[in-house]
Nanobody
Framework: QVQLVESGGGLVQPGGSLRLSCAAS????????MGWHRQAPGKERELVAA???????YYKDSVKGRFTISTDNAKNTVNLQMNSLKPEDTAVYYC?????????????WGQGTQVTVSS
């Protein structure tokens, strides 16, 4: 069983910053990718940033230059530093990992954390 616990999020004014953190625990043999999705009210969940084990880091176009994703493979953590936040960044943010656990590849999700950008 794999669990992801998120922290961070909250209310911030436009132009402000927030840092989201996510820690994975449980029986994890290896991790193929870690990242963050978000879902705004009335919209579909979308990928914001991801770090694959092999390949380039991905950022959604609208967050490039403002968000930075980082990982600590030894601790199975993934962070998202969000700067210059805009009202359109308001959403519930979910971390995820694609990992091998108990001999199977699976995608595991955090519980979600609310980010609200408003004056």
């Amino acid at each position: 069983q794999v669990q992801l616990v998120e922290s961070g999020g909250g209310l911030v004014q436009p132009g402000g910053s927030l840092r989201l953190s996510c820690a994975a625990s449980g029986t994890i043999f290896s991790i193929n990718a870690m990242g963050w999705h978000r879902q705004a009210p009335g919209k579909e969940r979308e990928l914001v940033a991801a770090v694959p084990r092999a390949g380039s880091t991905y950022y959604k176009d609208s967050v490039k230059g403002r968000f930075t994703i980082s990982t600590d493979n030894a601790k199975n953590t993934v962070n998202l530093q969000m700067n210059s936040l805009k009202p359109e960044d308001t959403a519930v943010y979910y971390c995820y990992i694609e990992a091998v656990s108990s001999g199977k590849v699976g995608v595991y999700w955090g519980q979600g954390t609310q980010v609200t950008v408003s004056s």
